[in-house]
């Protein structure tokens, strides 16, 4: 069935230094990779998406990749700060489908 | 513009009563979706509804749990005679057109 894996399950970075985490899906059908970010006791938070027909996407310090053949999508946050201290879920929709598969997400630590 | 709303945001039931979630997408959003989030894990999709009509219903289970979208009015989950293993944060999002999926806040269910 369709599953999406997520590495690694928490990451501690010192501030102004580079976050990537990856995510892996399974089902060839997905077209869709949206990015969360779910602070503690808060809504996940859409902060970048992408589609099937794009190979990377940036938004200011956040920037998605997606590599079809291997069927993996990352997402890079550089420069980072405090306020990135969160978890952070990938997600995957098959063209066919409309609910998201989600990765079992990343811990991030940011510290100053 | 208000964001997707979810009442009640907590909700302490005893095992064996019923428990209902309320979700008001946000304004121009047909489309519905439940999540449902275990303490420290993903998101996993439970059900996908529009306007009076359930698309999607694979990730809920067959017995005591059920959805609905009216015409007027919020979408509801309704899950009776609540067992603790029910215990979650349930979240909903919306989106205009199969498109992103903006969440709500949530409804933190407590079985005791």
């Known amino acids: 069935g369709e599953n999406v894996e997520q590495h690694p399950s928490t990451l501690s970075v010192q501030e102004g230094d580079s976050a990537v985490i990856k995510c892996t899906y399974s089902?060839?059908?997905?077209?869709?990779f949206p990015w969360y970010k779910q602070e503690l006791g808060k809504r996940p938070q859409l902060i970048i998406d992408?589609?099937?027909?794009?190979g990377e996407k940036k938004d200011q310090r956040i920037a998605v990749t997606l590599n079809k053949t291997a069927k993996h999508f990352s997402l890079h946050i550089t420069e980072t700060q405090p306020e990135d201290s969160a978890v952070y879920f990938c997600?995957?929709?098959?063209?066919?489908?409309?609910?998201?598969?989600f990765g079992t997400g990343t811990r991030l630590q940011v510290f100053p | 513009n208000a964001g997707v709303m979810q009442n009640p945001r907590h909700l302490v039931r005893r095992r064996g009563q019923e428990a209902r979630l309320r979700c008001s997408p946000m304004?121009?959003?047909?489309?519905v979706y439940w999540y449902r989030q275990l303490p420290e894990e993903g998101l996993k999709f439970m059900v996908y509804?529009?306007?009076?009509?359930?698309?999607?219903e694979s990730g809920m289970p067959k017995e005591r749990f059920s959805a609905e979208f009216p015409k007027e009015g919020p979408s509801i989950l309704r899950i009776q005679q609540v067992v603790r293993g029910d215990s979650a944060a349930y979240f909903c999002?919306?989106?205009?057109?199969?498109?992103?999926?903006?969440f709500g806040p949530g409804t933190r269910l407590t079985v005791t």
């Open positions: 999002a919306s989106s205009p057109l199969r498109d992103e999926q903006y």
């Open positions: 089902d060839s059908a997905s077209n869709y």
């Open positions: 992408i589609r099937s027909n794009v």
């Open positions: 997600a995957a929709r098959s063209y066919n489908t409309d609910k998201l598969i």
């Open positions: 304004k121009g959003h047909s489309h």
């Open positions: 509804l529009q306007k009076e009509n359930i698309i999607d």
